[in-house]
């Protein structure tokens, strides 16, 4: 795997630096705090760490609400970090960041992926972990991605691999509360039932099984917009 250098540097200065060469009015983010320090693993582990190997264009909102557009962005998902990509050098923000957007295309900027934190949802999955958010409102409809290693071993190998498997779970949350779920057209009927008749009309005009994440996202949207 190539990876980029890696330096460490205040989070002031890099952002300082950043906004000077960006725009006058980011200036303001010397209220911004926090250490940039990513260092990727040494030892050998098959797979990647991030939610999505590949850098994204992304918005990234503070914790003051101050928005940073247009920077290069992944989600470590197995540290819970935010990493930006600068002059092909990797740094890591800190805990100030409330939100992470990305646009898988710049180009339409109404397809985009929503990361946030804030959300008590278990006793594993506490308020500093990025979740990606489908959909928000009455109820909402979360998704956490993370990793877990593990280890295997390879045909006429005695050696002891190790490698990332992806792990995804959804949580639909009403008044604070939330609850693994998922992704059948039973469950969602029983979540969306206080107005199932109109979304399932709903679902059956746009042709979605009700099944996946995709029909899940539409009809808590859809539910949320009653």
């Not at 209220?31 to 992304?58: C, S, T």
């Not at 197995?78 to 180009?107: H, Q, W």
Request: with cysteine; aromatic share 14%; charged share 25%.
């Amino acid at each position: 795997m190539k990876y980029l250098r890696l330096i460490t540097v205040s989070a002031f200065s890099f952002l300082y630096h950043l906004a000077v060469a960006q725009t006058v009015e980011h200036e303001m983010i010397d209220k911004i705090n926090g250490n940039l320090n990513y260092i990727y693993q040494v030892e050998q582990i098959n797979g990647h760490p991030f939610v999505k190997d590949k850098w994204m264009d992304a918005s990234i909102t503070a914790n003051n609400g101050y928005v940073f557009k247009h920077i290069i962005t992944k989600i470590d998902s197995y540290k819970n970090k935010v990493i930006f990509n600068r002059n092909d050098t990797a740094f890591e923000l800190g805990p100030m960041v409330a939100s992470v957007c990305f646009f898988p295309d710049p180009a339409d900027t109404t397809k985009k992926m929503m990361f946030k934190k804030g959300y008590e949802v278990s006793a594993f999955i506490h308020a500093d972990k990025y979740l990606e958010v489908l959909a928000e409102g009455k109820i909402s409809l979360l998704k956490d991605y993370h990793k877990e290693l593990e280890e295997y071993t390879e045909y006429g190998n005695a050696t002891k691999l190790k490698r990332y498997r992806d792990v995804e779970q959804y949580y639909v949350g009403r008044d604070g509360q939330y609850s693994g779920m998922g992704l059948s057209k039973k469950n969602l009927e029983n979540v969306l039932q206080a107005k199932w008749a109109q979304v399932d009309a709903f679902l059956k005009q746009k042709e979605f099984s009700g099944k996946d994440e995709k029909s899940w996202t539409a009809a808590f949207t859809y539910y949320n917009s009653l």
